[in-house]
């Protein structure tokens, strides 16, 4: 497969190139610097990212002309096309215990060994919807290595499952009743605590009419109880859920904002209103002080892929 190489650390591309100028201050509290990071001519419709050491990125991605999936790898300013011949790729995360990444792809989990050059093809395990199975489409994984199970969310039926690798079995853990009684929309992103004690939500207010507002959820695998965690009256669809230096991190594909949650103090979430680049977002990865975003500029524009490094906003408190 070819290497697509992007020279230096900015990309430009006529009038694609980023002005030093819009890379300012994000809010009075802290500073951010950010890096252009393009690759106009890789990314169709990106749909889900993660990251596997400082710099090394995976990007899910899908071409709607060609009605197929893509995972690409980024390290460092080499693109490589990893895997094709998808349906819809949306999530991904790592089990870094079985170095496989796993992928929700539509209706079913995919598990890829990206450093066995000899895997022909990933483990597919079918996610057991009760109801119309082929049409309905998982969101995002996520991986506990302390668990040592995966978690995956549906939006729009607002179904939450447990994975055991192990046992290939799914357990349904949250159900549309519990979303509807809480009224902040279905789960669009998952994330599970790194002690494996807890799952964050991310909520999409898309397709749930009686919805308030976007919200991030926090559900107790151990109590099973689910509550709001943070909530804004500017969320809307919220995605690409991440936590670094005590702070949760989630991108809106409305408003292409990203927005810095304490964990400590919820309440005192920061949005990166100089970041808001993007028409729409579509997908976020952060791995330490860098931060892989991907979404539309403008309206009917190509995606693009912009990689920002955050300095002062990300001290550990």
């Given at each position: 497969?070819?290497?697509i190489?992007?020279?230096?650390?900015?990309f430009?591309?006529?009038?694609?190139?980023?002005?030093?100028?819009?890379?300012?201050?994000?809010?009075?509290?802290?500073?951010?610097?950010?890096?252009?990071?393009?690759?106009?001519?890789?990314?169709?419709?990106?749909?889900?990212?993660?990251?596997?050491?400082?710099?090394?990125?995976?990007?899910?991605?899908?071409?709607?002309?060609?009605?197929?999936?893509?995972?690409?790898?980024?390290?460092?300013?080499?693109?490589?096309?990893?895997?094709?011949?998808?349906?819809?790729?949306?999530?991904?995360?790592?089990?870094?215990?079985r170095?496989?990444l796993?992928?929700?792809?539509?209706?079913?989990?995919?598990?890829?060994?990206?450093k066995?050059?000899?895997?022909?093809?990933p483990?597919?395990?079918k996610v057991?919807?009760?109801?119309?199975?082929?049409?309905?489409?998982?969101?995002?994984?996520?991986?506990?290595?302390?668990?040592?199970?995966?978690y995956?969310?549906?939006?729009?039926?607002?179904?939450?499952?447990?994975?055991d690798?192990?046992?290939?079995?799914?357990?349904?853990?949250?159900?549309?009743?519990?979303?509807?009684?809480l009224?902040?929309?279905?789960p669009?992103?998952?994330?599970?605590?790194?002690?494996?004690?807890?799952?964050?939500?991310?909520?999409?207010?898309?397709?749930?009419?009686?919805?308030?507002?976007?919200?991030?959820?926090?559900?107790?695998l151990?109590?099973?109880?689910?509550?709001?965690?943070?909530?804004?009256?500017?969320?809307?669809?919220?995605?690409?859920?991440?936590?670094?230096?005590?702070?949760?991190?989630?991108?809106?594909?409305?408003?292409?904002?990203?927005?810095?949650?304490?964990?400590n103090e919820?309440?005192?979430?920061?949005?990166?209103t100089?970041?808001?680049?993007?028409?729409?977002?579509?997908?976020?990865?952060?791995?330490?002080?860098?931060?892989?975003l991907a979404?539309?500029?403008?309206?009917?524009?190509?995606?693009k892929?912009e990689r920002?490094?955050?300095?002062?906003?990300?001290?550990?408190?």
């Open positions: 497969m070819n290497i190489k992007i020279v230096g650390i900015v430009c591309v006529g009038s694609l190139c980023m002005s030093c100028a819009s890379r300012n201050a994000v809010s009075e509290r802290a500073q951010a610097e950010a890096q252009p990071f393009m690759f106009p001519d890789v990314v169709h419709s990106p749909q889900g990212a993660e990251s596997f050491g400082s710099k090394e990125y995976f990007l899910s991605d899908y071409d709607e002309e060609e009605n197929q999936g893509f995972i690409w790898k980024i390290v460092k300013d080499d693109v490589y096309p990893l895997y094709d011949g998808l349906r819809h790729p949306r999530g991904l995360a790592w089990d870094l215990r170095a496989e796993y992928v929700a792809d539509e209706n079913e989990l995919k598990a890829f060994k990206p066995d050059d000899n895997q022909k093809a483990k597919i395990f057991p919807f009760e109801t119309d199975p082929e049409t309905r489409f998982i969101n995002d994984v996520t991986f506990s290595l302390m668990n040592r199970k995966a995956v969310c549906e939006s729009s039926q607002g179904t939450v499952w447990s994975f690798p192990k046992t290939r079995e799914f357990r349904k853990l949250l159900q549309k009743k519990d979303f509807e009684a009224g902040y929309g279905g669009n992103a998952i994330y599970v605590s790194t002690d494996g004690k807890y799952l964050y939500l991310a909520t999409d207010t898309r397709g749930w009419p009686n919805a308030k507002q976007a919200a991030v959820l926090k559900y107790s151990r109590d099973h109880e689910v509550s709001v965690f943070a909530h804004h009256p500017d969320f809307s669809s919220l995605l690409g859920l991440e936590f670094y230096a005590n702070r949760f991190f989630i991108g809106d594909s409305m408003s292409g904002k990203v927005w810095a949650i304490p964990r919820p309440q005192e979430l920061v949005a990166f100089s970041l808001a680049r993007f028409s729409k977002l579509q997908a976020m990865a952060l791995y330490y002080d860098q931060a892989l979404g539309q500029k403008e309206r009917g524009d190509r995606f892929v920002i490094l955050f300095n002062a906003l990300l001290k550990k408190p």
